[in-house]
Nanobody
Framework: VQLQASGGGRVQPGDSLRLSCTAS????????FGWFRQTLGREREFVAA????????SYGRGLEPRFAISKDNAKSTVYLQMNSLGPEDTAVYYC???????????????????WGQGTLVTVSS
């Protein structure tokens, strides 16, 4: 499956942004998805994940109050809604996919088989 992430950009502190990850080449409803982010010199960090059914979500530490992951099977797209953004959220955001079983979600990089190219989010005044 091929993943195309989009929606990044430069925003001001306190703003919201919604990232999209569109999948092609596979049966979208059979995959669980994750979002990770990475800044220069640091390891890729888990942000959010959603199960293939969409009923189970998981979030990185402290992110759930501001971030929300969702998926639209009809559009083969996974979304990451980010609110109250701060400079600490500046990073390249990556989406990933894996044909997990049932309600399982993945929170580790090594659990995913497919990755998108990344979209840059810059939060700055």
């Amino acid at each position: 499956v091929q993943l195309q992430a989009s929606g990044g950009g430069r925003v001001q502190p306190g703003d919201s942004l919604r990232l999209s990850c569109t999948a092609s080449g596979g049966t979208f409803s059979r995959y669980g998805f994750g979002w990770f982010r990475q800044t220069l010199g640091r390891e890729r960090e888990f942000v959010a994940a959603i199960s293939l059914s969409g009923l189970t979500q998981s979030y990185g530490r402290g992110l759930e109050p501001r971030f929300a992951i969702s998926k639209d099977n009809a559009k083969s797209t996974v979304y990451l809604q980010m609110n109250s953004l701060g400079p600490e959220d500046t990073a390249v955001y990556y989406c990933a996919a894996k044909d997990f079983d049932g309600s399982r979600v993945g929170i580790e990089v090594h659990e995913y088989d497919y990755w998108g190219q990344g979209t840059l989010v810059t939060v700055s005044s």
